[in-house]
């Protein structure tokens, strides 16, 4: 039985996508996880963000998971620095994540193919239209100003460790042009945690590869969660 045909009902899932996404690319992922997706809020910095999701995640009942998506991975430490989370899944993002300042005065600047090249920017392969169109319809539906801003407190975000990190496992796109290996690697070391690759995929492995994806998830923080549970 493949890990995304168990029941998920004993650990809840909630997502944190990255910056200026509405969670979109997320759908099968999500779907197969019965996660709830919370898009990261417009705030000025990503404490700032973690104060304003917290209630939100902390209404999920335990055990739960939260999985972070670039920004939404650095949302998700600090949110396990406020509230019980038992256990974390990060995926394309390191302990910190650089953002060129050219990188920012080309959003900045809002080109009118802005989006169409971000959508493409992030997938192994930039010739996957299908991929490409879930990705644009994600930008779009929260527009420019607000990806402006997550990129900047994503640039100025420095994390602290987590004095005790919960069980982390990071997940890693083989392609991922924006987040290098050496990245992810020290986010896990950071954490305590298990980096896992995952083939074919860049900085969206959730919706380049979702069964994959999903596969690890369960076999790795959805079974240390249940591990941790009392027997009766």
Known sequence: MRAHDQPSDEVRYVVLPGAGSAGLPWEIAAGQLEADVLPVPDEPDVASMAVAIEPAIGAVSRPRVVVGTSLGAMVALEVARRIDVDALVLIAAGFGISVADSVLDWVASNPPDLFEKMARIGLADRSDEPLAAVRLADFTAR??????????????????????????????????????????????????????????????????????????????????????????
Do not use: K
């Not at 990806?147 to 640039?155: S, Y």
């Not at 987590?162 to 796109?173: A, D, K, N, Q, R």
């Not at 392609?175 to 020290?186: F, K, T």
């Open 143 to 232: 527009g420019q100003p607000l990806l402006l801003n997550h990129l900047r407190a994503l640039a100025a975000y420095r994390p602290v460790p987590l004095e005790h990190p919960p069980p982390t496992f990071v997940l890693w796109g083989e392609h991922d042009r924006g987040v290098p290996l050496a990245a992810h690697a020290e986010l896990a070391l950071r954490c305590h945690g298990v980096l896992i690759p995952i083939q074919d995929a860049g900085h969206a492995p959730f919706l380049e590869r979702p069964d994959e994806t999903v596969d690890w998830i369960r076999a790795t923080a959805g079974r240390a969660v249940l591990s941790a549970m009392p027997t009766t």
